[in-house]
C-alpha cells in the first residue's frame, strides 16, 4: 500500500489495497494509522457489497447505531446515501457542515462511505481538519474555549419539522422524531484518543448551544454572546484553509475521522443521480 497526501493540511490517497472483510491485520493497522494521521483517507478502485462493507468497517472498530436513517435491506448496519436524477435539487443529505451524529453519547470514530454511481461532475465532499484549526485558534480565544461545553441535538436535522425535505428523497428511508431534540453535551476541545492531538470537536449543525462562563445557557434561545461565538466558530472551522474537496468516482472508498473533521456534500448535481453507501464505526465518549 501506497499512501500520498493530497493537500498540506489533511487527505491522503492510499493505493495498491484491497479492501474487505478478510483482510490481513498488518495491512488494516496500516491503513488505520494513515486514517488517523491525515484524518481523510481515499481508496479508490474498491467493489464491495453491503456486507463486505459492514465487514471491512468492523475490522476498524465496532459498529455505531445508526439513529433516524433506515438501513438497506442487504444489511443492518449500512446506509445508502442517494439522491435520485429527478428530486429536487433543493435538499440533499448530508448538505451542511457536521460532524456524523456528534448528537450521540459516543459518536462515530470513523465514517467509511463507497461511491456506487456517482456523478461525472458535482457531487463532491468536503472535509475541514479541526486538528488544524484548533491549532491556529488565537491563543485567548484557545484559552476561553477550554472552559466551554457543546450542546448537540439533532434537532435541526432529525426532528418532525424536518420530515418533509427526508421524504423527497425516494430512496432513503429517514423516520423523523421528537427524540431528535434531545441534547447531550461534549467538551469542545478534545483530545483525539489515540494521538493524543487537540481538536475543535464542533459542528454548526448538531452544535445548538453553548455553555461556559460569561457564555450562555446552552439553549436555542441563548443569549447575543453565545450566537455570535457559534458563528464565530462556525465560520473559522469551516474556512477554506482547512479544507479538502474530493471529486468522486464509481468505487471510490473514503474514510474519515468524525473526532477529527466536519464534513459536507456538495448540492450541485441536479438532474443526476448520486448514490454511495455508508457504514460508520463506533468511538469513546469525547474527553476534554
Ligand atoms: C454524509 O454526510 O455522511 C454524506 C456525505 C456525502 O454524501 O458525501
Known amino acids: 500500500m501506497t499512501v500520498s497526501r493530497l493537500t498540506g493540511v489533511l487527505g491522503a490517497r492510499a493505493e495498491g489495497v484491497e479492501l474487505g ?3 490481513d491485520p498488518g495491512v ?3 491503513l488505520r494509522a494513515a486514517l488517523i494521521e ?3 483517507l481515499v481508496v479508490p478502485g474498491q467493489g464491495l457489497s453491503p456486507e463486505e462493507q459492514a465487514g471491512f468497517s468492523h475490522l476498524l472498530g465496532d459498529y455505531s447505531p445508526v439513529p433516524f436513517v433506515q438501513p438497506v435491506p442487504e444489511h443492518p448496519e449500512v446506509i445508502k446515501v442517494v439522491k435520485e436524477a429527478s428530486e429536487p435539487a433543493a435538499f440533499n443529505f448530508g448538505g451542511v457542515w457536521h460532524s456524523d451524529f ?3 453519547d459516543a459518536p462515530p470514530a470513523f465514517t467509511v462511505l463507497h461511491a456506487i454511481d456517482v456523478p461525472d461532475v458535482g457531487g463532491d465532499t468536503v472535509w475541514a481538519s479541526m486538528t488544524t484549526a484548533c491549532a491556529q485558534l488565537p491563543e485567548e480565544m484557545r484559552q476561553a474555549l477550554e472552559q466551554v461545553t457543546a450542546v448537540h441535538s439533532a434537532s435541526a436535522s432529525y426532528s418532525p419539522a424536518q420530515q418533509g425535505l427526508h421524504s423527497g428523497l425516494s430512496g432513503m428511508d429517514i423516520r423523523t422524531s421528537e427524540s431528535a431534540h434531545e441534547t447531550r453535551e461534549h467538551p469542545l476541545l478534545v483530545t483525539h484518543p489515540e494521538t493524543g492531538k487537540r481538536s475543535l470537536f464542533f459542528n454548526g449543525t448538531y452544535v445548538r448551544g453553548l455553555r461556559g462562563p460569561g457564555i450562555g445557557d446552552g439553549t436555542d434561545e441563548g443569549g447575543a454572546h453565545e450566537k455570535k461565538l457559534l458563528r464565530w466558530l462556525h465560520d473559522f472551522t469551516t474556512h477554506v484553509r482547512f479544507t479538502f474537496r474530493h471529486r468522486w468516482s464509481d468505487g471510490d472508498v473514503v474514510l474519515w475521522d468524525n473526532r477529527t473533521t466536519q464534513h459536507l456534500a456538495l448540492n ?6 448520486r448514490e454511495l453507501n455508508r457504514t460508520t464505526v463506533a468511538g469513546p465518549e469525547p474527553v476534554g
Open 21 to 23: 472483510p478478510d483482510m
Open 28 to 30: 488494516v493497522a496500516e
Open 38 to 40: 491525515h484524518e481523510v
Open 102 to 104: 456528534s448528537f450521540l
Open 268 to 273: 450541485d448535481y441536479g438532474g443526476q443521480r
